[in-house]
């Protein structure tokens, strides 16, 4: 190729608007973190570092109750079996990302074939500013999560409340809002009484 046409075409290619968008890619469940690695490294072996500029899976602080009453601090995903990653969308990248391990495809707008059954192309679509703010406003505003490694029929001790020192059978698990209901035997009778999971330890 003649180097003035191969600069030209250079020059051409460095004047298209480079605008880095988040987009979200949907991937296998629980690979968040090894697709994220795995982009990371493959942006850097693929030479496109310089246009994916971002991988991130939204967080949000959390705390897991053990079967021995002690507390672990967690990150809980915001949105489960998704990355966002904020890039310049080209051939390239695209490729990278579509080609990391454990990544099902691109969130956006699938573009049907004009014959065939088979499934058609799926264009990236951008998140918009109002999405991407909302996103990370909501990992950073979510209350802490208290997980609890616990299951209907298992015996309780509660530590602290009203019903403190007093044993039970757990009979429903509430995790969304950290509540359990549990069977206590209070004045020889079985009644169910509604516990926070801090107050209360697993009985092995």
């Known amino acids: 190729m003649d180097p003035a046409a191969e600069g030209s075409a250079e020059a051409a290619e460095a004047a298209k608007p480079q605008v880095a968008r988040w987009f979200a890619v949907q991937v296998a469940s629980s690979c968040e973190k090894k697709v994220k690695a795995t982009l990371e490294q493959r ?15 939204p967080q949000t602080p959390g705390v ?32 990278a990302v579509r080609s990391t391990p454990n990544v099902i495809n691109f969130v956006g707008q699938e573009e049907r ?12 679509r951008p998140l918009s500013r109002q999405e991407v703010d909302r996103i990370f406003k909501r990992a950073a505003e979510k209350k ?61």
């Open 113 to 124: 074939r004009a014959t065939g059954k088979a499934r058609g192309h799926i264009r990236p």
């Open 144 to 204: 802490p999560v208290l997980k609890v490694d616990l299951t209907e029929g298992d015996q309780i001790l509660v530590t602290a409340g009203p019903f403190k020192d007093f044993q039970g059978e757990v009979i429903e698990v509430s995790g969304e809002r950290s509540k359990l209901k549990a069977l206590l035997s209070i004045f020889g009778r079985e009644t169910p009484v509604e516990l926070e999971f801090s107050q209360i330890s697993k009985q092995s």
């Open 64 to 95: 897991k109750l053990k079967k021995d009453g002690s507390r672990q601090s967690i990150e809980e995903k915001v949105f489960p079996g998704y990355v966002l990653v904020r890039m310049v969308l080209d051939e390239d990248t695209m490729m």
């Open 43 to 57: 942006a850097v072996t693929l030479g496109v570092s310089n246009r994916i500029l971002e991988i991130e899976i």
